[in-house]
């Protein structure tokens, strides 16, 4: 129950138990075929351009800001946690000029303060993390793209800790480019990070006056492993079994359906707080309607050892909770309501563990 891995469901451990297929025979194809469909409706896309990179988020956000980006060329990063931080240094290796634009951990950036940074520096691209998992922020898209294109930037969105527990729209917020991460709501292990890219940024891919800086991450050359451009080369070796897992996946997600996710997270989002606040745990989030319902930031009160509170949750009812990070280290827990593990049951396991570790550390009366 902490920001991921979360436990993944039994099914799509199943699937990645099954015989290995050459990676590159036509009966693999449909496999990569179908993951595609199913990544269209996680995204609420009708874009071709989707895959899987063989790598955790870490690997789609580099395949991002190395195929969107030319040496030379501007991105303002919307840095508002470990995730923002991140990418900087990411653009920064790729001769990208970076232009950090800080939030205060816990807050997210107004469309006024977004456009007013669009203006000044005219980035090629503008990052922006949906949900970040190191300060349990949630950062409002809609309008965003728009906004982007109308001052010539593309925007790119990082959803590794929020697609499928929260809604998102690519095509309808206008977003350019999303890579997300297997191993939070999707249910499966961590080892893809699925990807998305609109027309407009795979024109500017297209147009590349210089190759991608990675070869491995190089989506001139995976995009035609996937069938982007009508034909299949061999790239890299797919990851046979990981694609498997996450075909298994995307089934789920279809079977649920992503308005069921959405209001089912949302719904044990709520649960859970009125569980906490029950005991007198403080949202580290000020702004509801900031919140991020998938990682959830609990501010460790005065006086209370939130490393024992975890060894002691983990040791008395086998529930893995996290603390901060970034920002956020030794200031709160972290708490993942995701995928397989969001169920009611779940959550009421979190409670105990707050309670009866409260208790134990002397800070919770009866
Ligand atoms: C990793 O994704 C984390 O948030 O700890």
Known sequence: MGPGPANANPRVLAAQAMPLLGHMHPPFFKIMDEIQAGLRYVFQTSSEYTCLISGTGHAGMEACITNLLEPGETIVIGDKGIWGARAADMAGRFGVNVVDLKKEAGKTFTIAELEAALKEHKPAVLFLCQGDSSTGVHQNLAGLGELCHAHGALLLVDTVCSLGGVPFFADAWGIDAMYSGSQKVLGAPPGAAPLFFSERALKKLRERKTKPMSYNWDLNLIGDYWGWFGSRSYHHTGMVSMWYAMREALQIMGEVGLEGMWARHKRLHEDMWK????????????????????VNTIKVPEGVDWLALNKFAMDTYNVELAGGLGPTLGRVWRVGIMGYNATPANVELVLTSFREGLKAQGKLKA
């Open 275 to 294: 569980g906490l606040t029950a005991m007198g745990l403080e949202p580290f989030v000020a702004n509801p309607a900031d919140r991020l319902v998938t």
